[in-house]
């Protein structure tokens, strides 16, 4: 398959590319600014995009099965305090890349889209959502050492989800587990939808690995399209 994946140097897009050319697909990756990409993998093209843009976002379509996002506003951060700090400078940004998106796709409505978004959308329990707890949202923050402001990200991120529930267009937001970073990629883990997958001591956590994993899994075979799904160990 042809696989698009913005934010392709990102910490899970990165492993996205890396996951899909190691299964034998073909991927155009695409950042803010391509130009300083030195690839030399096989089977990879670089290209760049503005994904507030819907033109932009439909030019790197033509020819491609699916086009994953992995865009976050701290993409490009220097640092964590730098990724917080992006990330709350604009909570809206995450709607507003949305609607790009599903406006590009307009004009290719047959290619899936693939949005990996945050947890902050998923259930605790049925009908209680982290994102409109204001005291489970600071007490999740507080564990995984995360300032109390950027819960306006986390919100921003719901309402992306939000944005793709009312259109027609093949798409599929992915919520990872609350704790996710580098790690292993195991391949085992446990797949949701609407809620929280936790471990056996409460915990939601995933590796950045195990994520791309199940992304790509996604994409060779669709289960979740126009909903959402989430993993964890």
Wanted: proline share 4%; aromatic share 4%.
């Amino acid at each position: 398959m042809h696989i698009g994946v913005i934010g392709a140097t990102g910490t899970i897009g990165s492993r996205v590319v890396a996951e899909a050319l190691g299964r034998g697909h073909r991927v155009t990756a695409l950042s803010r600014d391509a130009s300083r990409i030195d690839e030399h993998r096989a089977n990879v093209t670089w290209a760049s995009v503005d994904i507030l843009d819907p033109a932009s976002i439909a030019a790197v379509l033509p020819g491609l099965d699916v086009l994953i996002s992995g865009f976050q506003p701290g993409n490009a951060a220097k640092d964590m305090a730098d990724t917080v700090r992006r990330s709350i400078a604009d909570p809206t940004v995450h709607a507003t890349a949305a609607r790009a998106l599903i406006k590009a796709l307009e004009s290719h409505p047959r290619t899936r889209l693939i949005v990996i978004g945050g947890a902050g959308s998923l259930e605790r329990e049925p009908g209680v959502v982290l994102a409109d707890s204001e005291d489970l949202l600071h007490e999740t923050l507080d564990k995984l050492g995360l300032p109390r402001e950027y819960a306006a990200a986390v919100r921003g991120a719901r309402d992306a989800l939000n944005v793709l529930r009312t259109s027609n267009r093949l798409w599929t937001y992915f919520s990872p587990a609350e704790d996710i970073a580098p790690g292993d990629r195991t391949g085992r883990f446990r797949i949701g939808g609407d809620q929280l997958v936790t471990d056996a001591d409460g915990v939601s956590r995933i590796s950045a690995e195990d994520a791309a994993v199940a992304l790509v899994d996604e994409v060779e075979l669709p289960r979740f399209v126009q909903r959402r799904f989430t993993i964890g160990y």
